[in-house]
């Protein structure tokens, strides 16, 4: 099993990014799959997820109406949009097979700042 991330980076508060997730290695479309993340100094913290299809997605409070989550089975790739970014939103993201985290990426790392 492997998955990568991409895609984060720096940007002001307000402002867009959108990370990616490479997976392989298992059957990508029979799996829910996660985005958690981690910010300095504080614990794993699950953000969204989606199922199988793509049809059902589910977000925590703080990122709902901002972050969109969705998935390319063809391609084995998963995303996730990230709008109106705040800089509590800081972490590093980690796209995962499990809600726990147990089976991630190395993660991308998201620095909102002015």
């Known amino acids: 099993v492997q998955l990568v991330e991409s895609g984060g980076g720096l940007v002001q508060p307000g402002g867009s990014l959108r990370l990616s997730c490479a997976a392989s290695?298992?059957?990508?479309?029979?799996?829910?799959m996660y985005w958690l993340r981690q910010a300095p100094g504080k614990g794993l913290e699950w953000v969204s997820s989606?199922?199988?299809?793509?049809?059902?997605?589910y977000y925590t409070d703080s990122v709902k109406g901002r972050f969109t989550m969705s998935r390319d089975n063809a391609n084995n790739t998963l995303f996730l949009q990230l709008n109106a970014l705040k800089p509590e939103d800081t972490a590093m993201y980690y796209c995962?097979?499990?809600?726990?985290?147990?089976?991630r990426g190395r993660g991308t790392q998201v620095t909102v700042s002015s």
């Open positions: 989606i199922n199988q299809a793509g049809g059902r997605s």
């Open positions: 290695g298992f059957a990508f479309n029979a799996y829910w």
């Open positions: 995962a097979r499990d809600s726990e985290g147990n089976l």
